[in-house]
């Protein structure tokens, strides 16, 4: 049962060797992020699964201690998937990478962890039964829920400017702050792709968790400093 989830966004310049001199930038995002984690380590569950989007390549599960680099974005740093106990030879994705950096800030040590990439393209009936299937794996589980918005908000944005941008990411944060699972689940794929949504499939995944659970949820950060759409919310 899903017991309290937390919404990142997932862009390596949250960390800080990573962004380098624009770091203090992103500070008010990094610290949002932080308290929505204290949410998960308040409801004391038994499991926490980090979801994060990916390419095909990098669907599946990450067993606790994966370790996460962020060499290819010109840092020196290595972080694992929570307290490290093995040494798997596969490496997490870059949004994962980024959840297990945010979970070390806390020196999270209230659960075991498990990384879940999920492919950006996956679609809404999967998405939906892959989050009813994860709530269903423990009696007490968190979410830490990574992904982005439209990359597409000015001309200078990943995704250049397209004025349908700021209209879905205004809806977007209504929902995510307002535990909107009906509205989540909804999400159209086809402007979600357009847009660069990189978020679309893990919340359809957490909207599928959250079905049979109360639920209540507070947007803690909204902003696009880079012309992409990034989210903090909690949810209890």
Same mark, same amino acid.
């Given at each position: 049962?899903?017991?309290?989830?937390?919404?990142?966004?997932?862009?390596? =310049?949250?960390?800080?060797?990573?962004?380098?001199? !624009?770091?203090?930038?992103?500070?008010? /995002?990094? !610290?949002?992020? =932080?308290?929505?984690?204290?949410?998960?380590?308040?409801?004391?569950?038994?499991?926490?699964?980090?979801?994060?989007?990916?390419?095909?390549?990098?669907?599946?599960?990450?067993?606790?201690?994966?370790?996460?680099?962020?060499?290819?974005?010109?840092?020196?740093?290595?972080?694992? /998937?929570?307290? !490290?106990? *093995?040494?798997?030879?596969?490496?997490?994705?870059?949004?994962?990478?980024?959840?297990?950096?945010?979970?070390?800030? *806390?020196?999270?040590?209230?659960?075991?962890?498990?990384?879940?990439?999920?492919?950006?393209?996956?679609?809404?009936?999967?998405?939906?039964?892959?989050?009813?299937? *994860?709530?269903?794996?423990?009696?007490?589980?968190?979410?830490?829920?990574?992904?982005?918005?439209?990359?597409?908000? *000015?001309?200078?944005?990943?995704?250049?400017?397209?004025?349908?941008?700021?209209?879905?990411?205004?809806?977007?944060?209504?929902? =995510?702050?307002?535990?909107?699972?009906?509205?989540?689940?909804?999400?159209?794929?086809?402007? &979600? &792709?357009?847009?660069?949504?990189?978020?679309?499939?893990?919340?359809?995944?957490?909207?599928?968790?959250?079905?049979?659970?109360?639920?209540?949820?507070?947007?803690?950060?909204?902003?696009?400093?880079?012309?992409?759409?990034?989210?903090?919310?909690?949810?209890?």
């Amino acid at each position: 049962m899903l017991v309290a989830a937390a919404l990142c966004p997932c862009p390596p =310049l949250l960390v800080p060797e990573v962004a380098a001199g !624009a770091a203090p930038e992103l500070d008010a /995002l990094r !610290a949002a992020c =932080l308290d929505a984690i204290g949410v998960l380590a308040a409801a004391r569950p038994d499991r926490l699964v980090v979801l994060g989007p990916t390419d095909e390549a990098g669907r599946g599960r990450y067993p606790q201690g994966t370790p996460g680099s962020f060499r290819g974005f010109g840092a020196d740093l290595e972080v694992p /998937l929570g307290p !490290a106990e *093995t040494a798997p030879d596969r490496e997490l994705p870059p949004s994962l990478s980024v959840g297990a950096w945010l979970l070390s800030r *806390t020196d999270w040590d209230d659960a075991p962890v498990e990384g879940l990439g999920v492919p950006r393209s996956l679609p809404r009936g999967r998405c939906l039964e892959l989050g009813r299937e *994860t709530a269903a794996a423990a009696p007490r589980v968190a979410l830490l829920v990574m992904g982005d918005g439209s990359a597409c908000r *000015t001309v200078k944005a990943p995704g250049y400017f397209d004025e349908r941008a700021e209209a879905f990411d205004a809806e977007l944060a209504r929902a =995510l702050g307002d535990a909107d699972i009906a509205a989540l689940a909804a999400l159209d794929e086809e402007p &979600a &792709a357009a847009l660069q949504v990189s978020g679309r499939a893990c919340w359809q995944v957490l909207a599928g968790a959250a079905e049979d659970a109360g639920r209540s949820g507070r947007l803690l950060r909204e902003e696009a400093p880079y012309g992409v759409g990034y989210f903090v919310a909690a949810w209890s």
